[in-house]
């Protein structure tokens, strides 16, 4: 499906604030049925948020958003809460509130734990989970049925790779199938592989921007043993890394070639033990 010349969301004269610091000020911006829209810019500009608002999660200070039609919104968090459900119990009931039969939601949630290899941690409380485990329970929650539009936040963090690439095909067939996208992130491929247009926050306004011509990047994979309680400190820029996740065992990194020798030894000194290095 292509994308059509109607705007379903229209940001008029939008700001907000918390207490007297301003985060967004003036902004206007539309959104049409089926595109994909990346929103860039430094952590604290006010990407979250505008998500949030979007959504109605969070309220403006000032200016509107107008809806074409009564919109149907999924929105992965970039962090979720741990709850005293498991991930099934969870779920099941997401597929209640989206008014799916038994039927339907069985079928579309082994699915969707084959794809997320969650299928052996879905008796396991929600608050016993690790961050990557509890993200891929955010997908799946926004997945379980068709939205109008999808909102993601940082949607691959924590994610293995290959949850990621499930996650990237399953998302691109959404957008095909007429589904507005519109997230925040970092990660250029992503950006790259799903986005038709680009918006950066910057200066508390959000401008149009070129979907940036890059060159064809060649990547370094290196997984690491995973430390307890370690907190990693790269010196690297982002536009070094292409993705980053962890599991239980393992780190994960994809890494601009160039930047692998100087990311390698950094965390050899930090007492990694390297797993694999490609």
């Keep these: ?15 907000k604030k918390f207490g007297k610091k301003v985060i967004l000020d003036n902004v206007n911006v539309k959104f049409k049925q089926g595109e994909s829209v990346a929103i860039l810019g430094n952590n604290g500009m ?3 948020t505008f998500l949030r608002m979007i959504c109605g999660l969070t309220t403006t200070s000032k ?13 992965i968090p970039e962090n979720y809460s741990k709850l005293n459900l498991t991930v099934e119990e969870y779920l099941k009931c997401i597929g209640e509130l989206e008014n799916l039969s038994k039927e339907e939601y069985s079928a579309k949630i082994k699915i969707l734990y084959e794809d997320f290899y969650l299928e052996n941690m879905k008796d396991v409380p929600m608050k016993h989970l690790s961050k990557g485990t509890l993200q891929k329970v955010a997908v799946l929650q926004a997945l379980i049925k068709k939205p109008d539009v999808l909102l993601l936040d940082e949607p691959l963090s924590g994610q293995d790779i290959n949850s990621q690439k499930n996650f990237i095909r399953i998302v691109k067939q959404l957008i095909s199938q007429g589904v507005t996208v519109i997230m925040s992130c970092h990660e250029m491929f992503l950006v790259e592989e799903l986005s038709s247009r680009i918006l950066q926050i910057e200066n508390k306004g959000i401008f ?6 890059l060159e064809k990047i060649i990547y370094t994979i290196i997984v690491f043993e995973k430390k307890e309680n370690s907190t990693i400190q790269l010196d690297l820029e982002l536009k070094d ?36 290095f490609k």
């Design 208 to 213: 149009e921007i070129q979907k940036p011509k």
């Design 63 to 75: 200016g509107k958003i107008i809806y074409d039609k009564d919109i149907k919104f999924n929105y």
């Design 46 to 48: 006010g990407k979250s």
């Design 1 to 15: 499906m292509k994308i059509t010349e109607e705007y379903i969301i229209k940001v008029q004269n939008l700001s």
């Design 241 to 276: 890394i292409g993705e980053y996740s962890e599991d239980e065992e393992s780190l994960t990194l994809k890494v601009i070639e160039s930047s692998s020798n100087k990311l390698l030894l950094k965390m050899l000194q930090d007492g990694y033990v390297l797993k694999y």
